[in-house]
């Protein structure tokens, strides 16, 4: 990643406004200022802060509201074995739901990827992985999309689904949807993005996302994973169902 980190810090007001701004999360402090130094390289995104524990991740969201935290889950949180770093991509999406969770791991193992899933987490990377992919990685999350090997996306929702039949309950019931709202729905349910869904629906891209938006709101999701954990939960996704 280099020892050199080029600073969004001289930029107008108005630019930096306009930038993705996101928070790193790592009990090592070497490991989250090589993410910073590579996420300020770019252009359109800004490092606003860095957490070596969950009470300080939380803490810096409830002030700072980022766009989007990179979360090292591999981080034990100290003092409490009990207590692991999926408990703290929770407890920074419980501090500003608008936060859009990514989430390193050593291991992208299923249950682990589940568990993150159903409490916020938006995107899944491997820390074996490059920096492109974790630039890539948060614009797509801060654009509210899914991001996941695309072979682990079947088995991903396929375990969603059962966790959340399992472990939630309650809702508000299915969401009052329009027959093309209820068909992006179901089509983000299987792990298409927006560009593939609008080309499934023969209707423009600006369109689909016009309906993406809508479906969000109306689950009440500030991610397209979050929306269909919510609508699994609501039973609005039979397809998922067992």
Do not use: W
């Not at 989250?32 to 300020?40: F, G, L, P």
């Amino acid at each position: 990643m280099g020892a050199s980190c080029v600073s969004n810090t001289d930029r107008v007001d108005g630019e930096k406004s306009r930038l993705i701004r996101v928070l790193v999360v790592s009990e090592f402090p070497i490991f989250c200022e090589a993410i910073c130094c590579a996420i300020s390289r770019e252009a359109d995104l800004e490092c606003v802060g860095t957490a070596q524990s969950s009470s300080d991740a939380v803490d810096f969201v409830t002030r700072a509201h980022p766009d989007v935290a990179v979360i090292d889950i591999d981080t034990p949180t100290a003092g409490d074995e009990t207590v692991d770093g999926i408990d703290v991509a929770k407890a920074v999406k419980s501090a500003h739901r608008e936060t859009r969770i990514l989430v390193l791991a050593a291991r992208l193992e299923l249950e682990t990827m589940t568990r993150a899933a159903t409490e916020g987490a938006c995107g899944f990377l491997s820390k074996l992985g490059d920096v492109d992919e974790l630039i890539q990685a948060i614009r797509t999350a801060k654009d509210g999309g899914i991001y996941v090997e695309s072979e682990l996306v079947g088995p991903l929702l396929d375990a969603i689904r059962v966790r959340a039949r399992r472990v939630m309950s309650g809702g508000s019931g299915a969401p009052d949807l329009t027959d093309r709202e209820a068909e992006v729905l179901a089509l983000l349910g299987e792990g298409l993005d927006v560009t593939v869904i609008a080309r499934r629906l023969g209707i423009t891209l600006h369109t689909c996302r016009g309906h993406v938006k809508n479906v969000l709101l109306k689950l009440d999701s500030h991610s397209q994973l979050e929306a269909v954990v919510e609508a699994v939960r609501r039973g609005a996704l039979p397809h998922l169902g067992p």
